[in-house]
């Protein structure tokens, strides 16, 4: 197992990322991997980044000269795997959490993260929570929402189950092909009398059309949440995509870019809105004696965030690390018959949360032999997002559940294939993954 090439001092990585300057932040464009070598893109990168590269080219080189990567890896590969800082960085924290004994309940480290990850994302206002899904349910009864939510099937769960745990009823609407986000048509399309809201999500980090959408919910009188867990650091033209609709919901959870081990957040557009959310994340206590909502216990624990605050100094070179191995599969994929990788987040900064392919039918065998045949290699690809939320048993019987209605998001879920994607990934690995998906 190579080394973790994130797990450099510090101040290097620091010093490294000014000396490269703006260039590194530019995402990577198709074009640039003309020429089928990356090499010539190591300078947009850190030092450790360009580590990654140089082995990814390397295993290029060989796949692309005609070899197959025969070797297996010697341990099982999954779809991610949380990325953690040194255990000597965090040691620290604790020993204060234990000399201190302020666990939770809003401390000393809570309150700093809350405040990095403002100025990190470009947020107004963030107030932190104990896993997303607790968030999103907060930030739906923030809202005081009733009757109907237009969302999306394609999705995980808990993005419907939060309505269904606010008592509201999810109204499921298509996606557009190309970014497999919440269509702006479609949402149009499934306004009723008793819609009160729109909760789309940034799928695998990419941005839906918030200004279509955001429209849409000022010219009918709609609020608009943004299930964000996958678009942590996700910019739209330089603006945070965190910072569109009336709220928007971050996961910290391990699988995802930016961990806390379990972790949330919901982003605000002000104070007022943030002091409502960190009540409702307290029981709905207003003070020692008063309580004002039916709150609930949505808080991060001091551990959490003291682990959010060492993850923050890695983010962005772990953000470079997923970006390079992203440019690695799109040139190792392009022209695979029947592989095609949704569009890179273009103008937009991408945080390369995960790696989706949709299999055609062109392709030589099915997505789940394809799927099978990895996993018997010990790499273990995952069907984000199969089936679809409205597929599921307490769903299916919606109106708006119809297979037939959700025809793009229907034949997504049915060719979808995240591969796996993360900062320490092995270039070795992402070379045989390439040849084997080229030669099934
Ligand atoms: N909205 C959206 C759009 C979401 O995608 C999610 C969560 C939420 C809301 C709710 O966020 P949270 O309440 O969780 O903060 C995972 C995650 O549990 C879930 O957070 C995530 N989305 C979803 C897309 O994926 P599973 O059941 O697929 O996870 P699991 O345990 O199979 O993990 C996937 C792979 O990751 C494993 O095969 C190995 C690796 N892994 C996982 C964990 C947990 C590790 O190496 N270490 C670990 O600790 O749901």
Redesign the pocket.
């Known amino acids: 197992m190579q080394a973790n090439p994130l797990r450099v001092p510090s101040a290097e990585a620091e010093a490294d990322r000014a000396s490269n300057g703006a260039a590194e932040q530019k995402p990577l464009a198709a074009a640039e991997l003309d020429g089928e070598r990356l090499l010539h893109t190591h300078a947009t990168f850190s030092a450790p980044v360009q580590a990654v590269l140089q082995r990814l080219e390397q295993e290029f080189g060989r796949i692309l000269d005609g070899a197959r990567a025969e070797t297996p890896p010697a341990e099982p590969i999954?779809?991610?795997?949380?990325f953690l800082p040194p255990l000597d960085e965090f040691t620290p924290l604790l020993e204060r959490i234990w000399r201190t004994r302020v666990l939770t309940n809003g401390g000393p480290y809570h309150r700093e993260l809350e405040h990095r990850l403002r100025d990190h994302l470009g947020v107004p206002e963030i107030a932190l929570f104990n896993?997303?899904?607790?968030a999103?349910i907060v930030a739906l009864r923030a809202l005081n929402l009733s009757g109907e939510v237009i969302t999306t099937p394609y999705?995980?769960v808990?993005?419907s189950h939060a309505l269904l745990w606010s008592g509201l009823t999810p109204v499921f609407a298509d996606v557009d092909p190309r970014t497999l986000n919440l269509d702006p048509a479609a949402i149009e399309a499934a306004i009723t009398p008793r819609t009160s809201a729109i909760l789309p999500?940034h799928?695998y980090g990419h941005p839906c059309d918030v200004e279509a959408i955001d429209a849409i919910g000022r010219r009918h009188g709609l609020k608009v949440i943004y299930?964000a867990?996958?678009a942590f650091g996700v910019r739209r033209q330089g603006r945070s995509v965190l910072t569109y609709g009336d709220l928007s919901?971050l996961?910290?959870?391990?699988?995802?870019v930016f961990n806390t081990f379990?972790?949330?957040a919901v982003v605000c557009a002000d104070a007022a809105r943030k002091d409502q959310i960190d009540k409702l994340k307290n029981f709905g206590h207003d003070g020692e004696t008063c309580v004002v909502d039916v709150g609930m216990n949505g808080k991060m624990s001091e551990l959490n965030a003291a682990l959010g605050l060492v993850q923050l100094k890695y983010v962005d070179s772990a953000l470079d690390c997923r970006r390079a191995i992203d440019a690695a599969y799109r040139a190792g994929l392009r022209g695979v018959r029947g592989v095609r990788c949704l569009d890179d987040a273009s103008e937009d900064t991408a945080n390369y949360a995960y790696f989706p392919i949709l299999i055609d039918p062109e392709y030589p065998i099915s997505r789940d032999a394809l799927n099978e045949g990895l996993k018997r290699e010990g790499i273990?690809p995952?069907r984000?997002f199969y089936p679809l939320i409205s597929e599921f048993p307490m769903y299916r019987s919606l109106p708006s559940a119809r297979r037939e209605l959700l025809p793009v998001a229907a034949r997504a879920a049915d060719r979808v294939l995240c591969l796996p994607i993360y900062p320490d990934l092995d270039p070795a690995v992402v070379a045989r993954v390439i040849s084997r998906i080229a030669n099934p």
């Open positions: 999954y779809v991610t795997r949380p896993n997303a899904t607790t999103l999705s995980f808990a993005t999500v799928c299930d867990a996958h919901v996961s910290f959870h391990a699988t995802k379990e972790g949330g273990h995952r984000y």
